[in-house]
């Protein structure tokens, strides 16, 4: 499994404690949030078991078809170009491979216009359900689907892909 934009590992510590058997990678463009997940996750890459790299979204430094899932928790908003940046996830996926991006807020909330001119404000997109379907199919991936869960913080955005 791969995080992409893992921070500082948090998520990576969660899934290695699930995935036992598995391979945990992550990957951030900023240095200090690597060494950050490196040093959390300490234990597991002594071990062998979690990977964390300095990288882009444009060019994911791993090669073709090597992983069996990709999670983006949280970072979505900072991709500079969504459709290519898919595209990438895609490449690194092996067939049949999962992807799932999670974001809090989204159109799907009941007062999500409120939040379109903060998140416009920031500098940050501000999607829904659908409009992430259509880029994740537009990347080349066979099925896209969503859920949500409104009534979590400001409201769960979850996007999932098969390749």
Same mark, same amino acid.
């Given at each position: 499994? !791969? ?10 510590? #969660? ?9 945990? @990678?992550?990957?951030?463009? $900023? ?9 959390? /996750? =300490? ?14 979204? $444009? %060019? ?6 090597? +992983? ?5 928790? *949280?970072?979505?908003?900072? &991709?500079?170009?969504?459709?290519? /940046? ?9 067939? $049949?491979?999962?992807? @799932?991006? %999670?974001? *809090?807020?989204?159109? *799907?909330?009941?007062? &999500? ?5 903060? =998140?416009?404000?920031?500098? +940050? ?10 880029? #994740?199919?537009?990347?080349? +991936? $066979? ?7 409104? *009534?979590?913080?400001?409201? &769960? !955005? ?6």
């Amino acid at each position: 499994m !791969l995080d992409v934009g893992c921070g500082g590992g948090m998520a990576i510590k #969660l899934i290695a404690r699930i995935a036992m058997g598995g391979f945990v @990678a992550g990957v951030d463009y $900023s240095e200090v949030m690597v060494q950050q997940a490196r040093k959390r /996750n =300490a234990a597991a890459v002594r071990a062998g078991r979690v990977e964390v790299r300095y990288g882009d979204i $444009s %060019a994911l430094p791993f090669d073709d078809e090597s +992983f069996d899932k990709v999670c983006a928790i *949280e970072s979505f908003y900072f &991709w500079p170009n969504p459709i290519a /940046n898919l595209k990438e996830v895609h490449r690194v996926l092996k067939p $049949s491979g999962l992807v @799932a991006i %999670a974001m *809090e807020g989204s159109k *799907e909330m009941p007062n &999500w216009r409120k939040y379109v001119t903060l =998140a416009d404000r920031m500098g +940050f997109p501000f999607y829904s359900g659908a409009e992430m379907v259509e880029r #994740l199919t537009a990347a080349g +991936f $066979s099925q896209a689907w969503f859920e949500t869960v409104p *009534e979590k913080g400001q409201g &769960w !955005l979850c996007t999932l892909a098969v390749k």
